[in-house]
């Protein structure tokens, strides 16, 4: 049993159904449907507009405000910029020791660069031939030849570990007693080369 809304109904039951009966009987047109949409839109608008002004404010907007007070005081503003100075020089050195221990060198100098470039002109500079390398690297990446190689060479180089990692278990069983003897040789290899 079916009931038809009167136009004075605050909550129809058939809202936004194409093709419902209108409260006289005749089908919904295309006009209606339009008006409808237009009418969600709006409401959505509305809404998204009232969550905007009550959320509450971005980190980014927090640390910018945070930063505009810094700058009003002299000493304040020096001290923070020793700071980053100091933070951005510190990531720096690190990375480039990590060029040659394990880690990831190239990122943490990219980091480095990052929080210098919050603060000085020149880092920024400096910053923005690495920005065209990772955007001339982003596209390369998404051009279909070169990401269906990628991935081929991606699932050959999967195939080859999973082969070598089968080979060590059938050899030496749940065992890093190996691993640990080869690094031991390598880092005596190593060590032998500054003696």
Do not use: C
Request: hydrophobic content about 45%.
């Amino acid at each position: 049993m079916s009931r038809i809304p009167s136009e004075d109904d605050p909550n129809p039951a058939n809202v936004g159904k194409s093709g419902s009966p209108r409260s006289d009987g005749s089908p919904r047109s295309d006009e209606d449907d339009e008006t409808l949409a237009e009418q969600i839109r709006d409401a959505a608008a509305d809404a998204f507009q009232r969550i905007e002004e009550t959320a509450p404010p971005s980190v980014a907007s927090r640390l910018r405000t945070f930063r505009e007070r810094l700058r009003r005081n002299r000493g304040l503003d020096t001290v923070w910029r020793v700071m980053v100075f100091a933070l951005g020089w510190t990531l720096i050195a690190a990375g480039m020791v990590m060029w040659v221990i394990p880690g990831p060198g190239w990122a943490t100098i990219i980091l480095g660069l990052v929080v210098l470039a919050s603060e000085f002109s020149w880092a920024n500079r400096a910053l923005s031939p690495v920005r065209q390398a990772a955007q001339r690297a982003t596209d390369a990446a998404m051009d279909p030849r070169r990401r269906k190689r990628n991935l081929t060479l991606a699932a050959i180089a999967g195939v080859l570990m999973g082969i070598a990692l089968g080979w060590y278990l059938l050899t030496y069983g749940f065992t890093v007693s190996p691993i640990i003897e080869w690094s031991q040789a390598l880092l005596d290899w190593f060590m032998g080369l500054f003696n």
